[in-house]
């Protein structure tokens, strides 16, 4: 499919469009999201009544995930959970499916691939590469297997992280933390094609803690009414609300240089030294929106702000699209998530202008005290073998 097109119907199913052939497609899709949705239910029952047995690693593992489709967040947030881990003197090791990996279907050491290279790494394994260069991260589609290679590399790993499970349910886990948008929080209620979601809402009451992220950009009253309608379904769950802050920079000041690293700034001091800048920016994210909102936010000047499909793989017509964007608004830089930076040396070795990668953090609003509280334990709980 065509990305501009792919692009435009992403509101068809995540339920934002309300226009009248989004409202006739969602009708139309509905027999097939009522199927989807008795298949989800009927596995969700075997792994509950213990039909579908659960592998436990050995190691205190956590598990973070969403039940919609597209981006909530995750990467940052599972970048707090890593560092969380090392300040509690906890060694951290990753697993992740590693979708739109070029070797999705092996099992690797993404420390093996330089997260800077265009080898097998996915857009998220890039990332925390570049962030957490000592930890361990292996991914592959049988996340037991890939859970137990890691552990078997690195025996010294306390605590497994689960990227992107929570509707992967083979791998037992001692704390499962759902993330939730803000932004469009339980995806019209209905599973694709109708809605966006990848599970019926009832899911959430496997969650020990819920996580709305971005929470910051929406209300006091829409945030209230997102915790109460979670609270119906899962009572026990923690909650807690976060919001996604730049707190670093990165750019390349010789991208041409295979081996060379990016160069990172303090936010604080960059914002203050580009403050002038007009800016174009593009982002192949699944909830594009949250990037774009967040540059607002932050009152960059952002002249034109193209979104790309989710994991885009940036061709030399998207190169050449964003270029006579920047030129049509007279831009002068370019503002990039970390998660498209890392893909883009091509790009950035021919670009005229400067391309800068905002490194987002996580802040916590409200819950903080006691979601730490049930980190720790979850990770006392495990003895380790």
Not at 48 to 73: E, F, K, M, S, Y
Not at 178 to 189: Q, R, S, V
Not at 221 to 226: D, K, Q
Not at 272 to 280: I, Q, W
Request: proline share 5%; with cysteine.
């Amino acid at each position: 499919m065509n990305r501009r097109l792919a692009t435009s119907l992403r509101g068809f199913v995540d339920c934002t469009d309300a226009s009248a052939p989004a409202k006739l497609f969602r009708a139309l899709a509905l027999p097939a999201s009522f199927l989807y949705s008795l298949v989800i239910r009927a596995r969700n029952l075997l792994y509950d009544l213990g039909v579908c047995p659960q592998t436990h690693v050995g190691r205190a593992t956590i598990a973070v995930g969403n039940v919609t489709l597209g981006g909530v967040g995750k990467t940052p947030f599972v970048g707090w959970l890593t560092r969380k881990c090392l300040d509690l003197d906890v060694t951290p090791g990753l697993v992740s499916r590693g979708y739109m990996a070029k070797e999705q279907s092996s099992l690797y050491d993404a420390r093996s691939t330089s997260p800077q290279s265009n080898g097998a790494l996915n857009d998220e394994a890039r990332e925390q590469a570049l962030r957490f260069p000592t930890t361990p991260h292996f991914l592959g589609s049988n996340r037991v297997e890939v859970a137990n290679a890691l552990l078997s590399a690195r025996p010294d790993v306390d605590a497994i992280i689960l990227d992107d499970a929570f509707q992967h349910r083979r791998i037992a886990r001692d704390l499962n933390i759902l993330l939730l948008d803000a932004l469009n929080p339980f995806g019209g209620g209905r599973v694709v094609p109708a809605g966006f979601l990848r599970e019926p809402l009832s899911g959430i009451k496997r969650a020990d803690a819920v996580i709305l992220s971005r929470a910051d950009l929406v209300t006091v009253a829409e945030r209230e009414t997102i915790r109460k309608k979670v609270a119906k379904i899962a009572p026990k769950a923690v909650w807690a609300e976060i919001a996604q802050r730049p707190v670093d920079v990165f750019e390349y000041e010789r991208p041409d240089e295979k081996d060379s690293s990016p160069k990172r700034t303090d936010y604080i001091s960059w914002r203050n030294a580009f403050a002038t800048r007009r800016f174009v920016a593009f982002c192949g994210l699944g909830a594009p929106a949250g990037f774009r909102k967040t540059l607002a936010r932050e009152n960059l000047d952002v002249r034109s702000f193209i979104p790309f499909p989710d994991h885009c793989a940036y061709s030399e017509d998207d190169y050449r699209r964003i270029l006579d964007e920047a030129a049509r608004v007279n831009a002068d830089a370019f503002v990039v998530t970390l998660k498209d930076f890392v893909k883009l040396r091509e790009f950035i070795s021919q670009s005229p202008a400067p391309v800068f990668a905002l490194g987002v953090g996580i802040e916590f609003l409200t819950g903080q005290e006691q979601f730490e509280v049930l980190i720790s334990a979850a990770i006392k709980a495990r003895s380790y073998n």
